[in-house]
Nanobody, 116 residues
Framework: QVQVVESGGGLVQVGGSLRLSCTAS????????TAWYRQAPGNQRELIATISSHGIINYADSVKGRFTTSRDTAKHVAFLEMHSLKIEDTAVYYC??????????WGPGTQVTVSS
C-alpha cells in the first residue's frame, strides 16, 4: 500500500548540480526515516544520507559537504541536492522510506550520470 518514486535523475557535467526528489504515498504517517542509497555497476549499494522526522540528518563521507537532504514530512516528499558532482557519483539513486522495522519501502531508482 506504500509507493515510493524517485525523480530528477539525468545527465550532468562534472562539477554540475542535480536535485532528486522522493515522493511516498500510502499508510506512512508522520514518524519515519527517509534514506538515500546509490549503486553503481560493480559496486555495493551505498547508504549516502538519512533524515528523520525530527530533522536529524546523517551523510556518508563520500558525499558530505556536497550533498544536502531535506524533506517535507507532512507531504511525504524528500529531496537530495547534489553539487560539485564527480564521475564517481554516477549511479542509480534509490530512496527508502521506513516507518518501522526494515526493510521499509523502496523506489525503483533514478539514474544519475556524470560526464566529463
Amino acid at each position: 500500500q506504500v509507493q515510493v518514486v524517485e525523480s530528477g535523475g539525468g545527465l550532468v557535467q562534472v562539477g554540475g548540480s542535480l536535485r532528486l526528489s522522493c515522493t511516498a504515498s500510502g499508510s506512512i504517517g508522520g514518524s519515519y526515516y527517509t534514506a538515500w542509497y546509490r549503486q553503481a555497476p560493480g559496486n555495493q549499494r551505498e547508504l549516502i544520507a538519512t533524515i528523520s522526522s525530527h530533522g536529524i540528518i546523517n551523510y556518508a563521507d563520500s558525499v558530505k559537504g556536497r550533498f544536502t537532504t531535506s524533506r517535507d514530512t507532512a507531504k511525504h516528499v524528500a529531496f537530495l541536492e547534489m553539487h560539485s558532482l564527480k564521475i564517481e557519483d554516477t549511479a542509480v539513486y534509490y530512496c527508502n522510506v521506513r516507518p518501522g522495522d526494515p526493510p521499509g519501502y523502496w523506489g525503483p531508482g533514478t539514474q544519475v550520470t556524470v560526464s566529463s
